[in-house]
């Protein structure tokens, strides 16, 4: 069975940092592009990164391009995000999810609060 | 960056209505086109992917057609589990964006 569970998640002031993780098992997580998805209060689904499946090549969004980083361990089956520099607008359930096109498989979640 | 449309929001129906959503992108997106199902607490579902192809474990009830820039999602009968929001998200060029979701009620 595909899981993927998502951790890391808090309480941080505006200009803290957060590490996120996303633990997978049941496929082959090497052979996989990854992504995060997050989704702030009320509001819809951001897609925020994705990383190749050797990690040499990453995409973001415009809005954390130069304060988060996407990185993922094949040898742990785990997907990272270093997230620096945090604004109130960074506040959301942050998603793990398979995939580069249509993403089959989601974890739960994760919640991050930037606020003083 | 390309902007996903949809509509309408909310949409009200009932147990049994045939429901169509639409999805516009601001450039063409070829068939470049998911569909997800949102309902609160849980993680999103994959409905749809590449405009029509229904995601394995999905009913048949859902279908989903266009290509370019207009595509159309449609619940053929309305089972009270369909309630939730509905959002598109384009897969052609990153960022990969999201429509605003659509939220399905019951009237």
């Known amino acids: 069975e595909v899981q993927l569970v998502e951790s890391g998640g808090g309480l941080v002031q505006p200009g803290g940092s957060l590490r996120l993780s996303c633990a997978a098992s049941?496929?082959?997580?090497?052979?996989?592009?990854m992504t995060w998805v997050r989704q702030g209060p009320g509001k819809g689904l951001e897609w925020v990164a994705n990383?190749?499946?050797?990690?040499?090549?990453?995409y973001y969004v415009d809005s954390v391009e130069g304060r988060f980083t996407i990185f993922r361990d094949n040898a742990k089956n785990s997907l990272y995000l270093q997230m620096n520099s945090l604004r109130a607008e960074d506040t959301a359930v942050y998603y793990c999810?398979?995939?580069?096109?249509?993403?089959?498989?989601w974890g739960q979640g994760t919640l991050v609060t930037v606020s003083s | 960056d390309i902007q996903m449309t949809q509509s309408p929001s909310p949409l009200s129906a009932s147990v049994g209505d045939r429901v169509t959503i639409t999805c516009r992108a601001s450039?063409?997106?070829?068939?470049?086109l998911n569909w997800y199902q949102e309902k609160p607490g849980k993680a999103p579902k994959l409905l749809i992917y590449?405009?029509?192809s229904l995601q394995s474990g999905i009913p048949s009830r859902f279908s989903g057609s266009g290509s370019g820039t207009e595509f159309t999602l449609t619940i053929s009968s309305l089972q009270p589990e369909d309630f939730a929001t509905y959002s598109c998200?384009?897969?052609?060029?990153?960022?990969?964006?999201f429509g605003q979701g659509t939220r399905l009620e019951i009237k």
């Open positions: 999810a398979r995939g580069i096109t249509g993403f089959d498989y």
């Open positions: 049941g496929f082959i997580f090497s052979s996989y592009w």
């Open positions: 990383i190749k499946q050797d990690g040499s090549e990453k």
């Open positions: 450039q063409s997106i070829t068939r470049y």
């Open positions: 590449a405009a029509s």
């Open positions: 998200q384009q897969s052609y060029s990153t960022p990969y964006t």
